[in-house]
């Protein structure tokens, strides 16, 4: 009989908007790496404090750190994609916590599942796993290129990343606009190509 992975308190917070200082459980274990708050803190500072009205998509959710700190700002609706069997009732159970947003949408399907099937996505954020960099980028490369054609014309795609490992060759029509360390992690602002027809 295999172990039971109980969600368990952890540090994770809201930082910012009307949950802050509420906390989330995390799965135990390794197998999702959770969004530090001084990595959280310094995306917003970056993107902009406020997510009013905007359509944000979390791919690689885990927990849900990402996706209600979004609501938490003002996010109109989040497409939460999670099929990792640790991390889903994780993720099921914050949302209750937070009574179950009517804009929130659980995806227990992988992410090239999903996100064909979205579009005019204002905020795509991406925590892959970080083997995925060094044991199979081609999945990097797909979650760029599906997330690519998901996005809205101004939409941004916001990745992270570990110290050591890049991105693989940017899909037609996507473009790195800037990157940022924080610590071991970095994030990426991409966006589509307004030359590219």
């Given amino acids: 009989m295999s172990a ?10 809201i930082i910012g908007g009307a949950f802050r200082g509420r ?3 995390a799965p135990r274990g390794l197998e ?8 959280k803190q310094a995306l917003f500072d970056w993107l902009g404090q406020r997510l009013d009205g905007l359509f944000v998509v979390d791919c690689c959710a885990g927990s849900g750190a990402f996706t209600f700190e979004a609501f938490s700002r003002g996010a109109r ?8 069997r640790h991390a889903l009732p994780v993720l099921r159970a914050n949302a209750a916590t937070f009574g179950n947003p009517p804009g929130l949408i659980v995806h227990a399907l992988p992410f090239q599942a999903v996100l064909p099937r979205l579009r005019d996505v204002d905020l795509l954020f991406a ?8 044991d199979d980028r081609g999945l990097v490369a797909e979650l ?3 997330g690519a054609c998901s996005l809205a014309p101004a939409g941004r795609l916001v990745i992270r990343g570990e110290r050591g490992v890049d991105l693989p060759a940017l899909p ?4 790195e606009r800037e990157r940022r360390p924080y610590g071991r992690s970095w994030l990426a602002l991409l966006q589509r190509d307004a030359t590219d027809p």
């Fill in 23 to 25: 906390r989330l459980v």
């Fill in 127 to 134: 925590d892959p796993p970080f083997a995925w960099y060094s």
């Fill in 32 to 39: 999702t790496r959770p969004l530090p708050d001084r990595v």
């Fill in 4 to 13: 039971v992975h109980r969600p368990t308190m952890s540090g994770l917070r």
């Fill in 172 to 175: 037609a029509g996507l473009v």
């Fill in 77 to 84: 609706r989040v497409e939460a994609i999670e099929p990792g």
């Fill in 144 to 146: 760029l290129r599906l």
